[in-house]
């Protein structure tokens, strides 16, 4: 299959997205002014770009080519950038680009942008770059913030020197120079060289694989826009590597490595994956998945993502004619990432285990480290156990605990002390399946989860611990979310609604029956069949559980129910406890 055949459709995808945001029939819905007023120009930065692409490309789903009033909305926005006082690190990027395709066209971009552009830069850019420039390890403790925006700004100085280094007063513009080539190229040089060998750049929390992908896409295109990328080819096939294998075949990312989670599936920063045969694969049916589930009538704006994504795949398209297989597709195999991860294919399962340890943040106290260690997926139902976790969220970890004494002094009235960052892990890797042991405050959680058939999954849960500390509870996520349901053994369906419920698994029957994915598997046509969960005694089903939020100050929680979790909390005590997984029960009906 040749990778380019999916051009058209994300060409689609963006000019359907600009039609919700400012097109009704053929004039606009809303004057561009009176848009970004609302729109607010610090938020929806990042429709300049996909509008300037649209301006630019004549393509038969286009209304946008050439047309003099979105010239003039094009105009506007950037005017209204330009004004921003507290100018957000990504607008210079968005910008640039849109910059880079209007001067190709005679008398469109004003002579102002130039030197407007370069004030961004100087004044956004330029700062963060020389405020870390002397760090060696670009972690996120270090930058203050996440790796993958320090990538991002870094792809802006990359994108200025690429658009600007060939006119005839590059030397004397500020910043310009040969100087500043130099130091660009010399940054990117540090960036790479700080990559994990396996292919993944270390946040505070693991690799958190959606913020990765950004990291790894930011790179390629600087890499790409200096002219440096057979420079760095090894390491960013090695990072398309890394990402096709911590990637379902429903596209959902495995979570278990991210320390925030959405449930976050086709997603769009993976051009870069397109570098290997086997993320070409990747690629293309994660664009046939956008396509699929367009909106088209949202209006919630043209991430600059599609966008990336298309001139990514556009130009990788030319490196090779075919894909390959993805990784998932055929046999069994497992993937081990240094100490950190393990990836098991088994008969139709995956599992994934992690002991990574997330780096303290003094913002947690002595909540830190809340990490979910296994998640589970099935050809033909999906992702059975999110293995999602939050930062600062104890109810969401594996195992969680709390005190009523440090070091046997009392802590003040009314308040508890979770688990605190736990000690040595390791991963064991068995025929069957995966373990993962870790230590924590007074006791030592330890999950196996096993696949002996193909129908069949085991999830073993222990908590080796000082004889006071029991009960430790161990927390696993279904994959139930809001507007699903499920069956329990008396025959009872359940909403997941707006109405909040705790169901032991006494009341459910011991048992519980989820519906499949729409999609379960988009390489294979394994069919879809429902999932039985049988559920150990005391276990408990919890809904709503409001994750951790960290970029909302104020309630620190997501507050839209449908970003909102369904826990199953299970009591452990010695004898530890036992989750058994069915696929396609024979003796329970799915809750359709």
Same mark, same amino acid.
């Given at each position: 299959m040749n990778a380019l055949t999916n051009s058209g459709k994300l060409l689609e995808i963006i000019f359907e997205e600009l039609d919700a945001i400012f097109l009704a029939e053929d004039r606009f819905r809303m004057p561009p002014d009176t848009w970004f007023e609302e729109a607010k120009a610090d938020k929806n930065w990042h429709v300049l770009y996909p509008l300037a692409y649209a301006w630019t490309t004549e393509h038969p789903a286009n209304r946008f080519y050439r047309r003099p009033e979105v010239l003039d909305a094009l105009r506007i926005i950037a005017g209204r950038l330009f004004q921003c006082r507290n100018v957000y690190l990504r607008i210079p990027y968005t910008v640039l680009r849109s910059y880079e395709l209007l001067r190709d066209v005679p008398g469109t971009v004003d002579v102002g942008w130039k030197p407007q552009i370069q004030a961004l830069v100087r004044s956004a850019t330029m700062p963060l770059l020389l405020d870390r420039e002397l760090l060696t390890r670009f972690s996120s403790p270090n930058l203050g913030y996440g790796t993958n925006h320090h990538a991002y700004v870094l792809l802006c100085l990359a994108a200025y020197v690429s658009v600007f280094?060939?006119?005839?007063? &590059?030397e004397h513009m500020d910043p310009?120079?040969?100087?500043? /080539?130099?130091?660009?190229? #010399?940054?990117?040089?540090? &960036?790479?060289?700080?990559?994990?060998?396996?292919?993944? +750049? /270390?946040? #505070?929390?693991?690799?958190?694989?959606?913020?990765n992908t950004l990291s790894a896409q930011c790179l390629y295109l600087a890499a790409r826009m200096l002219g440096l990328l057979d420079r760095y080819l090894?390491?960013? =096939?090695?990072?398309a590597w890394f990402t096709a294998v911590t990637m379902y075949p429903n596209l959902s990312m495995m979570e278990v490595m991210n320390g925030r989670s959405q449930f976050r599936k086709g997603a769009m920063r993976l051009g870069f994956t397109g570098l290997i045969p086997e993320g070409a694969s990747l690629t293309d049916k994660v664009i046939d998945f956008l396509y699929r589930t367009r909106s088209g009538r949202t209006g919630g704006g043209v991430p600059n993502g599609l966008v990336y994504l298309l001139d990514s795949y556009r130009e990788i398209s030319a490196r090779h004619d075919a894909v390959a297989p993805h990784v998932w597709v055929t046999g069994d195999r497992t993937e081990r990432f240094s100490d950190d991860y393990a990836v098991k294919r088994r008969? #139709? +399962?995956?599992? /994934? /285990? #992690?002991?990574?340890? &997330?780096v303290p943040r003094p913002e947690g106290h002595w909540n830190l480290d809340y990490t979910a260690l296994i998640g589970l997926y099935h050809d033909s139902f999906g992702t059975v156990l999110y293995g999602c976790n939050s930062k600062d969220d104890p109810l969401a970890s594996t195992f969680h605990k709390t005190f009523d004494s440090f070091d046997g002094a009392p802590l003040p009235q009314g308040r508890l002390m979770w688990q605190y960052l736990p000690g040595r892990g390791r991963i064991d890797c068995g025929e069957d399946g995966l373990r993962v042991y870790r230590e924590y405050r007074g006791f030592e959680g330890i999950v196996d989860v096993s696949m002996p058939d193909c129908r069949s999954a085991v999830v073993r849960l222990h908590a080796r611990a000082r004889r006071s500390t029991y009960p430790v509870f161990a927390t696993l996520q279904p994959a139930l979310k809001y507007a699903s349901r499920f069956r329990d053994a008396h025959g009872r369906i359940h909403e997941i609604s707006?109405?909040?419920?705790?169901?032991?698994?006494?009341?459910?029957?011991?048992?519980?029956?989820?519906?499949?994915?729409?999609?379960?598997?988009? &390489?294979?046509?394994?069919? =879809?069949s429902p999932a039985a969960l049988y559920l150990p005694p005391g276990a408990v089903l919890i809904w709503p559980h409001a994750m951790w939020d960290p970029y909302d100050l104020v309630n620190h929680r997501f507050v839209d129910i449908d970003k909102m979790s369904v826990l199953l909390e299970i009591p452990l005590g010695p004898e530890g406890a036992v989750l058994n997984i069915e696929i396609d029960p024979p003796s329970h009906a799915a809750a359709r």
């Open positions: 280094r060939n006119d005839d007063d &590059f310009g120079g040969a100087a500043l /080539v130099d130091y660009t190229v #010399s940054y990117l040089d540090r &960036f790479f060289d700080y990559m994990h060998p396996d292919g993944y +750049w /270390v946040e #505070s929390d693991g690799p958190a694989l959606s913020y090894d390491r960013l =096939k090695r990072a008969n #139709s +399962w995956i599992a /994934v /285990v #992690s002991n990574q340890q &997330f707006a109405d909040p419920f705790r169901l032991t698994a006494e009341e459910l029957g011991g048992t519980i029956v989820i519906d499949p994915e729409d999609t379960p598997n988009c &390489f294979l046509d394994a069919g =879809k």
